[in-house]
Each structure stands twice: as structure tokens, then as C-alpha cells.
């Protein structure tokens, strides 16, 4: 299948989607990491894969579930893994892991997980298969 060769490609863990570091302007006012602002980087993460193996547009349809393991804190490395988990006529869902390297240890951290549902859309908005192979 392709999803096999996919997950071949980029490993357990996923492809490295998105790479960040977490500033002092996504805090709260308690100095803490919004959750929202993992969100939004998580996101971003599952749709340029599902983009990837969709060869075109994606809009998320679903967050379907997320777990936060650990805290983000100011300077950490944020990193998004994200990986096609399976493909249906016009939808992927895809498993995003984010990890952080703590900048004042440099210790590896799982901090969050989620499974997103994004659809294939062509250039009216509307849904489009999703072309049975991956590139």
C-alpha cells in the first residue's frame, strides 16, 4: 500500500514537518506555552504532508484528539512529526507527534500528540480524491 511506502520514507516517528522555537510572545500571561499556539503548529505540520500526499489543497476537517505529555517552555526547540496514518477517497488522517529539545538541558521531550482528519479539496473549495499513490 502506499501508506506503507510512506511510513518506510520518514520512519516511526514521522516526517519532520515543522521546526520552532518557542518565544516569549506565545505565552500566557503565567509565562506558560498556549496550547493553542502547539495547536496551530501541530496544524500546520499535519497539512503540509496531507498537501504532500494529496498533491494539492488540504483543509483540516478534524482534530480528532490530542494529548499533552509535557510543558513547552520559552526556548524550547519545538518540532512536528507528521505522518499519513490512512488515506480514504477524499480524506487522510494524520498522526502528528511534537518533541521539543529543552534549551537549557538539550534533553529530547515528547510533548504532545494528535490525529488530525484533513480533506483533498480542488480550487473551488470542494472535495477531489486523493490520487491513489504518493509521490
Not at 496551530?40 to 499533552?68: E, K, Y
Request: aromatic share 6%.
Amino acid at each position: 500500500m502506499a501508506e506503507d511506502v510512506i511510513e518506510e520514507r520518514v520512519g516511526e516517528r514521522g516526517e519532520l514537518a515543522v521546526r520552532t522555537l518557542a518565544m516569549p510572545a506565545d505565552t500566557n500571561p503565567s509565562g506558560d506555552i498556549f496550547g493553542g499556539w502547539v495547536l496551530a503548529q501541530m496544524d500546520l505540520a499535519a497539512g503540509i504532508v496531507a498537501a504532500q500526499r494529496a498533491h494539492g489543497r488540504v483543509a483540516t476537517a478534524a482534530l480528532d484528539g490530542m494529548s499533552f505529555h509535557k510543558p513547552i517552555y520559552v526556548g524550547d526547540l519545538v518540532s512536528c512529526y507528521a505522518r499519513v496514518d490512512r488515506v480514504g477517497r477524499s480524506s487522510m488522517t494524520v498522526l502528528v507527534d511534537t518533541f521539543v529539545l529543552r534549551g537549557r538541558t538539550g534533553d529530547e521531550v515528547k510533548v504532545t500528540s494528535g490525529r488530525f482528519t484533513l480533506v483533498a479539496i480542488d480550487e473551488q473549495g470542494r472535495p477531489r480524491p486523493v490520487p491513489p499513490t504518493a509521490v
